[in-house]
Each structure stands twice: as structure tokens, then as C-alpha cells.
């Protein structure tokens, strides 16, 4: 007989009740999407995995400790045949079948009546896979395809386009420390609907080269300010732009709110009317270090780490830094915008209190091809940037984290 293709179909569970045989890692892996769709699911199985158990213990299932016996798929609407004996197994199927239960079987897919697909959500829709016919099931093949349709869903990449939804005004994006994979599934969705990019110099650079040629790319550092500050031209620019009715985004290094001046655009926009949607991003302060070896926390070295701006020095008025108690802190000091002035930085931590000693790591142009590290202590950093030649953006971290690593001393 010809084997004829499966027919998809999308099972409204809410309230309904389903089976599931064994409570293994298979069970482990299907029973979210059942209790996400509102099933009334009863787990019979001797045993369970830790995580299934923790189901059963929220009230997301009952759970029957025992082994199959003949009527429990009796009154249900849909099965889930598991376990880890065929014997079972193969009762449970012939009962399913006796009672019009459609069953899914881990174990045999040809004795089963329905098939589970690769499935995946994005943008309001489910996405579902499945092979044609039981001789091509390649589980690997469905689960590929289906994680290529979310990606592009999730990344814009893949848009139907006459449904193509913009969001409007104007989106804040953290763009990450630089490697272009380091951006949000978000905020390169928002991207690839652009009409508008308004980009800072750092940032994931290379992900303005993908972008289409109707796209119109804006460096903010090139922005004419004229009478008014650099801020208030890009605050501008971004309201001029989202009023003609473009979806702007404001592509930004690292996260928006972390010395990025975020806030302030947000509430220029606030002010306009516009509206804004703002991104998360990887901070350089905690995913530059990282990069390079240096996690900034570490159990048993240090509890706690601070971000900390370094673009004015500690005896400038201007510094709202609290030099002298930072260096009473034993754990990380994350420095950021603080190349020029670090000499002064470091000497004011030793004359407070820190080790001379305490590591230092300057990692420049983080998460690029451009990497470097470059190692120094609190002594030796001011002279270490000039023979070294370390130049902005970098990421300074002082402590002992410095030293803990894959080959780490600490
Ligand atoms: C104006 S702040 C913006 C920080 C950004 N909002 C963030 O969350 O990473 C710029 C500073 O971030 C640091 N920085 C940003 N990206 C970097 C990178 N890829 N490598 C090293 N430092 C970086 C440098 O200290 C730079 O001077």
C-alpha cells in the first residue's frame, strides 16, 4: 500500500485529556508544549526524571507511579506512548487504536497514528515540520528546517511581504560589544525592518553592511550640531526621521542604558510623542572581559563587581565617583572610557588603600577580530598603556579576577 502523507492539524487541548506513558527523557521534552496548550495530563510511570517530578509536584500533570495497565488511554483524547517497554508499548498502541485515541509512540513511529512535528514560535505563529512519510523521518532534518523558518522569522530575514510589521517610532537597540552575532534576536529583527539606522561608531559595525540599499545609514558621530549640542542633533534626528513615518532604529553599543546616553533619547522622543521601544544589549562591561578570559565574578575570589565611568579623572569636579571608597572594595572594578585617565585612576586606588599589586587587564576592541589583552597591575598600568600603546575602546578590569582563567593561578 502507498503510504500516504500525514495530515496536519493543530489539537485545541484546553481542558482535554491526554496520557502520558513513561516519564523519561521523551516525556521530558513533549510534556511543556502539552502544558502550555491547557492539557489535563495524566503521567503513569513507575519513575520519572527530576524535571518531570518537578511538574507533577507544581500540579502541572498527576502523575500515577505505576507501569501501564490496560484501560488507561480509555478516556482520553490523545496519548503519548513512552515508556521504555515495547511490550507496553505495543498494548497501550492496540488499546489507543480500540478507542480512536490518537497515539504518538517514541519507540516506532510506524505504529503510531499521529506524528509530533519540530515545532517553533515566532511572531503569533507556530511553526510545525514534519516528513512527508515515515521512510525520510530524520528527526535532525525537520528540527533543521523548522529552526531555519523561526530564525528568519525571529531575524526578519524571513518576512511574507505583504504582512511585513513594523514597529513604529523610533527602537533603542543595544547593539552588543561588536561581533556582529552578540546583537538580539530582537533587536536584528528590528534592523532588517529599518528604513532608517542611526549608528554609533562602536558596535556591531559589520551588521550595517547586510543591511539593504534602501536603507538609509546615519553615523551619529557625523550628525551637523550646528547651535545645538551633538545629543540634542541626534535626539533630533530621530524625531525628524520617525515623523516622515520611517521605522528608525537607534543602533547603539553595548546596552542602551549603560553610559549610552539611552534614557535621554528615550525621553527627547517621550516628548515629541513618538513612540520608542527600547532593546537590551551585551554590555561590554561584563561580555568584553569575558572574551578575553576574565569573568568578573568568581566563587571564592570576588562577590561583587562595579561599573564604573573613567572618562574623568578622580580629582575632576565633574567625577560623580566615589574614588576612595571603591578602593576600600575587594572585589571587581570594571572601568570603562578610562584608557586616558587610568594612571590617575590607579594611583588613587593604591593612595586609598588598594594592593599595588592588584591585577590589571585592559582588553581592547573586545569581541572583534581586533581583540587584545594586555596585562599590568595597579603599579605598572600607567606606564604598561603608553609602551603598550592601548588604545580606546577598552575595557579595564582591576582585581584578582584578572588572574583566574582556564590556566588561572587564582
Ligand atoms: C560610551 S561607553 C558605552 C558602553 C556601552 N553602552 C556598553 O554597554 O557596553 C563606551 C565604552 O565602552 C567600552 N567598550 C564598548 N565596546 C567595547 C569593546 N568592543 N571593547 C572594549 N571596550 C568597549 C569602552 O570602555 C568604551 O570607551
Keep these: 500500500m502507498a503510504e500516504h502523507p500525514a495530515y496536519p492539524v493543530g489539537l485545541r487541548l484546553t481542558g482535554r485529556h491526554v496520557v502520558v506513558l513513561g516519564g523519561g527523557q521523551v516525556a521530558q521534552r513533549r510534556l511543556p508544549a502539552l502544558i502550555a496548550a491547557g492539557a489535563d495530563i495524566r503521567l503513569v510511570s513507575p519513575g520519572a526524571t527530576p524535571s518531570v517530578e518537578a511538574m507533577a509536584d507544581s500540579g502541572e500533570i498527576t502523575w500515577e507511579r505505576r507501569p501501564y495497565a490496560e484501560g488507561d488511554l480509555a478516556d482520553a483524547w490523545y496519548a503519548l506512548i513512552a515508556t521504555s517497554d515495547t511490550e507496553a508499548n505495543n498494548a497501550a498502541s492496540?488499546?489507543?487504536?480500540?478507542h480512536r485515541v490518537w497515539c504518538v509512540r517514541s519507540d516506532d513511529a510506524d505504529r503510531a497514528t499521529a506524528w509530533t512535528p519540530a515545532t517553533g514560535h515566532?511572531?503569533?505563529?507556530?511553526?510545525?515540520?514534519?516528513?512527508?512519510?515515515?521512510?525520510?523521518?530524520?528527526?535532525?532534518?525537520?528540527?533543521?528546517?523548522?529552526?531555519?523558518?523561526?530564525e528568519g522569522l525571529r531575524d526578519g530575514t524571513l518576512v511574507a511581504p505583504h504582512q511585513r510589521t513594523r514597529t513604529p517610532g523610533v527602537a533603542l537597540v543595544g547593539g552588543g560589544p561588536g561581533d556582529p552575532d552578540l546583537i538580539t534576536v530582537r533587536g536584528r529583527r528590528l534592523l532588517a525592518e529599518a528604513d532608517v539606522v542611526i549608528a554609533d561608531r562602536l558596535g556591531p559595525r559589520d551588521?550595517?553592511?547586510e543591511l539593504p540599499p534602501h536603507v538609509e545609514?546615519?553615523?551619529?558621530?557625523?550628525?551637523?550640531?550646528?547651535?545645538?549640542?551633538?545629543?540634542e542633533a541626534i535626539n533630533n534626528a530621530l524625531i525628524e526621521h520617525a515623523k516622515q513615518g520611517k521605522a528608525v532604529v537607534r543602533l547603539k553599543g553595548g546596552d542602551p542604558f549603560v553610559f549610552g546616553r539611552?534614557?535621554?533619547?528615550?525621553?527627547?522622543?517621550?516628548?515629541?510623542?513618538?513612540?520608542?521601544?527600547?532593546?537590551?544589549?551585551?554590555?561590554s562591561s561584563i561580555s568584553v572581559p569575558g572574551a578575553a578570559g576574565i569573568p568578573v565574578t568568581h566563587r571564592g575570589v570576588a562577590h561583587e563587581?562595579?561599573?564604573?565611568?573613567?572618562?574623568?579623572?578622580?580629582?575632576?569636579?565633574?567625577?560623580?565617583?566615589?574614588?576612595?571608597?571603591?578602593?576600600?572594595?575587594?572585589?571587581?572594578?570594571?572601568?570603562?572610557m578610562g584608557v586616558d585617565k587610568i594612571g590617575r585612576i590607579a594611583e588613587t586606588l593604591v593612595a586609598h588603600g588598594r594592593s599595588p599589586d592588584t591585577p590589571v587587564a585592559l582588553v581592547?576592541?573586545?569581541?572583534?577580530?581586533?581583540?587584545?589583552?594586555?596585562?599590568?597591575?595597579?603599579a605598572t598600568v600607567a606606564d604598561t598603556v603608553v609602551a603598550q600603546e592601548v588604545r580606546p575602546p577598552a575595557v579595564i578590569v582591576v582585581g584578582e579576577v584578572v588572574a583566574v582563567g582556564p590556566q588561572g593561578t587564582v
Design 94 to 98: 492496540a488499546e489507543a487504536e480500540r
Design 122 to 150: 515566532s511572531e503569533g505563529v507556530t511553526v510545525a515540520v514534519l516528513t512527508t512519510d515515515a521512510r525520510h523521518r530524520d528527526p535532525r532534518h525537520t528540527a533543521a528546517i523548522r529552526d531555519a523558518v523561526v
Design 207 to 209: 551588521l550595517l553592511a
Design 217 to 231: 545609514v546615519i553615523d551619529a558621530a557625523k550628525i551637523p550640531y550646528g547651535r545645538f549640542m551633538a545629543q
Design 262 to 283: 539611552g534614557m535621554e533619547e528615550a525621553r527627547a522622543l517621550a516628548e515629541a510623542g513618538i513612540a520608542c521601544t527600547v532593546v537590551p544589549g551585551i554590555s
Design 305 to 336: 563587581f562595579t561599573v564604573v565611568s573613567g572618562h574623568v579623572a578622580p580629582d575632576d569636579e565633574r567625577s560623580l565617583v566615589d574614588w576612595p571608597s571603591l578602593a576600600k572594595l575587594t572585589g571587581t572594578l570594571v572601568i570603562l
Design 364 to 378: 581592547q576592541e573586545g569581541t572583534t577580530a581586533a581583540q587584545r589583552r594586555v596585562d599590568a597591575t595597579l
